[in-house]
């Protein structure tokens, strides 16, 4: 991966987040402000239902930007190193084991 790509990606998925964030905060602003009116006594249906599919599409933006950025790892961090399909057949070979009631962590005293 070319190093100046990276903080690029990092600054647009902060960049999308805080538009998801302010977009959702006017979604919820128009929606309130026709809830009070509808409480006056002026209810416009259109317009409410029009509000309501922008927050929930504000939501569900702001909800998929949330997870891009919960899913991204830190900076200057790698991950875990990959296993080796020699250790993958060890560690399944090992679960085998303690399923079969062959190994258990009752050791000998």
């Known amino acids: 991966m070319d190093g ?3 903080p690029q990606q990092i600054d647009s998925l902060g ?3 805080r538009r998801a964030e302010v977009d959702l905060e006017q979604a919820l602003r128009l929606f309130r402000d026709l809830r009070r ?10 317009g409410f239902d029009r ?4 927050c929930r599409a504000a ?7 949330a997870g891009a ?3 991204r790892p830190p900076p200057g961090s790698e991950g875990p190193p990959a296993r080796t ?3 993958l057949a060890r560690l399944r070979f090992a679960r085998w084991l303690v399923e ?10």
């Open 4 to 6: 100046r790509r990276e």
């Open 15 to 17: 960049e999308r987040l």
């Open 37 to 46: 009116t509808a409480l006056a006594g002026d209810y416009d249906s259109e």
């Open 51 to 54: 509000a309501i599919l922008a």
């Open 59 to 65: 939501a569900a933006v702001f909800a998929h930007a």
């Open 69 to 71: 950025a919960r899913r």
């Open 85 to 87: 399909p020699d250790q």
């Open 100 to 109: 079969t009631g062959r190994l258990t962590d009752q050791g000998a005293a």
